[in-house]
């Protein structure tokens, strides 16, 4: 369960816990300051949850507008989705907007180095057919050294990836 806190920007006023939308509306619509004036503004922190929905939260930049997505991704994407949505927003520069989840044009590798990528890559074929007797000749390295220009390296959630923001 993911746990969130509203804290005030309003320096009169007490913040509160939530794990929910309804949650956080129901406390918000009820919070006030010390003068019995309404709270309508705070900052929205991670406080608790899986490792991933905290990288998500910086992703985003949780805040009051994405609240109601954010808690829709929790709830409702795979970790794979996530990771995307991590990438694309938070490392290639993409806006974040629920309505278009999987529309970014991001390829995500789980692999654990560039090294690991261009073995893949050439046991895939993309780099042509190459023949059992030159195998013990490839020189990975320098392929991992190229596919270093065009491609990133990210750890989320504990897992290293390789990417591409196309």
Known sequence: MTQLHAQPYDISATGFYFESVEEYQEKADKAVNRYGDPVEEFEIQFIDGER???ELAEAIGL???TINAYFECVDGLEDS????????VGECGY????????????TVYHVDSFRDLA?????E????????????????EAIARDLSID????????K????RCD
Do not use: R
Request: proline share 0%; hydrophobic share 40%; charged share 25%.
């Open 151 to 158: 491609y990133s390296e990210i750890e989320i959630d504990g």
């Open 52 to 54: 991933i929905d905290c």
């Open 119 to 123: 073995i893949e890559f050439v046991e």
């Open 63 to 65: 805040s009051q507008c």
């Open 160 to 163: 290293n990836l390789i990417y």
């Open 81 to 88: 989705s996530k990771i995307e949505i991590i990438i694309a």
């Open 95 to 106: 806006d974040f907007d629920a309505d278009c989840l999987n529309q970014w044009d991001v």
């Open 125 to 140: 074929g993309i780099f042509g057919d190459i023949s059992k007797s030159i195998e013990n000749y490839i020189d990975y």
